[in-house]
């Protein structure tokens, strides 16, 4: 069992960047693949990126490509995603999301509360 817990979201203008984190208890962290969504009202949840735990491959959705970069910190029991040059259709609730999957899967067994990122013109 994974619990998981968001932080560093807020309101910042376009242009701008934030670090999101997600802190994970539980065991054998090292051995999940970790990813980040994002949902706006009314919209279903978009894929935002993922870190497997076998090679550390990252894969990015097209629209966050060369903006945003995932990255983990095993020995914290962190997921952190670094967003620079925010627009602000970037704004949302952003979600962390864990597997025990080798490679991103379909489904994520585990999700974070959510933070909320607001990016203003």
């Known amino acids: 069992q994974v619990q998981l817990v968001e932080s560093g979201g807020g309101l910042v203008q376009a242009g701008g960047s934030l670090r999101l984190s997600c802190a994970a208890s539980?065991?054998?962290?090292?051995?999940?693949?970790m990813a980040w969504f994002r949902q706006t009202p009314g919209k279903e949840r978009e894929f935002v990126a993922a870190?497997?735990?076998?090679?550390?491959?990252?894969y990015y959705a097209d629209s966050v490509k060369g903006r945003f970069t995932i990255s983990r910190d095993n020995a914290k029991n962190m997921v952190y995603l670094q967003m620079n040059s925010l627009k602000p259709e970037d704004t949302a609730v952003y979600y962390c999301?864990?597997?025990?999957?080798?490679?991103?899967?379909?489904?994520?067994?585990?999700w974070g509360q959510g933070t909320q990122v607001t990016v203003s013109s």
């Open positions: 870190m497997s735990w076998t090679y550390g491959s990252t």
């Open positions: 539980g065991r054998a962290f090292n051995r999940y693949t």
């Open positions: 999301a864990g597997d025990k999957s080798g490679h991103p899967p379909q489904e994520y067994d585990y």
